[in-house]
């Protein structure tokens, strides 16, 4: 079955430079932390020899898997730089999680700042230290799952504070955001404000909730410890109050570990499963900065009804949120259960139909330009479409969702135009 378009078929980077060019100022506010921007501009002195965790352009390089189970379930992963200096992610995708539970699964993405070091390692050793707890089982009741999961988070940050001090490890920390597939039930786990949901029936039926200073609770754990919640941060600087590593913050050594400023414990919930499930979303705060819970539930699941590659619509979804400002690290993966949407006819019908009409639309655009004498522009394009009330685009990525097909068609339409202007070859002046 043909499947909808694909973005690797179509040149972004000339759009990208475009943009850059129209945004610098726009960036650059952003880069330098929003309202200090003009602060810090009376003040480039003072920056001098301060590496930017940003770069000029973003690197748009994509990192992708995909796999499956026996227990039937697929899944798919990408993750991208973005525009930030270094790639902090990492994850673990282990459809089958051990060979004594091949029915059970485990996915996580680790979101790291102030380095990687903590990431990778929870990347290739949590779940080996969930394990170790000895309750995950598959006789196991969910509560006995659930508090083995927290153990072992619990375990390995106490491991990792160790070794940290002995082997000099960077002041990296790394929140986490997983999902465990039983048979029967969808284990939820967070610490951070990385995020899991999960799609029932074309509806957001769960998601975890992000672990931010200014939450009361923790809050209050934070004031406990000695600590203060400034700039809705900790102690103004940490953005987020549950993570692994970040042991600067864990030095109170009368108060246990969930007693720390920053706590490792993890919230687990179980959810039991349906035939009605379609898919899990496991993803970072880069993607979550950009779209919101349902938005994304709905694009995907429009995008699972016209693509059969399920690391396309992993792509499309970090390109979108590049498009809608994400400025950082952006991973995610997308796993489909039994009752996950599929392409149909119907549905690339009137996929076709939406690029015909897209193309009809920039056709009428540039034909307006041309009218004016004015130079096609492309960004001017994509704001003139951004205005217009276009039927059928992608739920929860709209037109900017579209931005390779609009691009194929300006890049089409304009290449045709310079071909049908006759050519000046200053044989009037020559006449004379």
């Known amino acids: 079955m043909r499947t909808a378009r694909r ?3 179509v040149e972004v980077p000339s759009f990208l430079r475009q943009l850059v060019r129209e945004t610098e100022k726009l960036v650059t506010f952003f880069f330098k932390g929003g309202q200090r921007a003009a602060e810090d501009e009376d003040n480039d002195d003072d920056e001098e020899g301060m590496p930017s965790p940003y770069l000029e352009r973003p690197s748009l390089t994509k990192n992708t898997a995909e796999g499956s189970s026996d227990s039937g379930l697929t899944y798919a992963l990408a993750g991208m730089q973005g525009w930030r200096a270094h790639m902090e992610d990492a994850h673990t995708c282990m459809p089958e999680m051990s060979s004594q539970m091949p029915d059970w699964s485990y996915f996580a993405v680790l979101d790291g700042h102030a380095g990687s070091t903590v990431a990778q390692y929870c990347s290739r050793h949590l779940l ?11 006789d196991a009741n969910p509560e ?14 106490q491991h990792m504070h160790t070794v940290s001090r002995t082997q000099n490890w960077d002041r990296s ?39 931010k200073p200014c939450n009361p609770r923790e809050k209050e754990r934070i004031q ?5 919640v400034t700039l809705q941060r900790v102690n103004g600087s940490l953005a987020v109050s549950r993570a692994l590593g970040d042991f600067n913050f864990k030095e109170v050594e009368w108060r246990t570990q969930t007693e720390q400023l920053v706590s490792p414990e993890p919230e687990v919930y179980e959810l039991e499963r349906s035939a009605e499930d379609q898919f899990l979303v496991v993803a970072c705060d880069g993607v979550w900065d950009a779209i919101g819970n349902e938005d994304l539930c709905a694009f995907v699941h429009n995008r699972l009804q016209v693509c059969d590659d399920l690391r396309e619509v992993c792509t499309q979804v970090v390109d979108l949120c590049l498009y809608k400002g994400s400025l950082d690290n952006m991973s995610i993966i997308i796993i489909c259960l039994p009752g996950a949407p599929q392409p149909s006819p119907e549905a690339l019908q009137q996929e076709a139909e939406l690029e015909q009409l897209i193309e009809v639309k920039v056709a009428e655009i540039l034909q307006i330009l041309q009218s004016r004498d004015k130079e096609p522009d492309l960004l001017y394009v ?15 990525g709209g037109i900017i969702s579209k931005r390779d097909c609009v691009i194929a068609a ?9 071909q049908a202007e006759p050519m000046d070859t200053g044989g009037s002046e020559d006449s004379n």
């Not at 006995?144 to 940050?157: A, C, N, P, S, T």
């Not at 406990?224 to 203060?228: E, I, K, L, P, T």
């Not at 300006?410 to 310079?418: D, G, N, P, S, W």
Request: charged share 20%; net charge negative; with cysteine.
């Open 173 to 211: 920390g790394s929140t986490a955001a997983a999902v465990m597939i039983s048979p029967r039930h969808v284990y939820f786990i967070n610490c951070g404000d990385s995020r899991a949901l999960l799609c029932r029936d074309s509806k957001v039926v769960f998601y975890t909730e992000d672990h």
């Open 382 to 396: 994509l704001r003139f479409l951004a205005t217009e009330d276009i039927p059928g685009l992608p739920p929860g």
């Open 144 to 157: 006995q799952v659930k508090e083995g999961i927290r153990q072992g988070f619990l375990d390995i940050d």
């Open 224 to 228: 406990n410890a000695g600590g203060s």
């Open 7 to 9: 973005a690797s078929t």
């Open 128 to 138: 080996d230290y969930i394990l170790a707890t000895g309750a995950i089982k598959t």
């Open 410 to 418: 300006y890049q089409k339409l304009t290449a045709e135009y310079r």
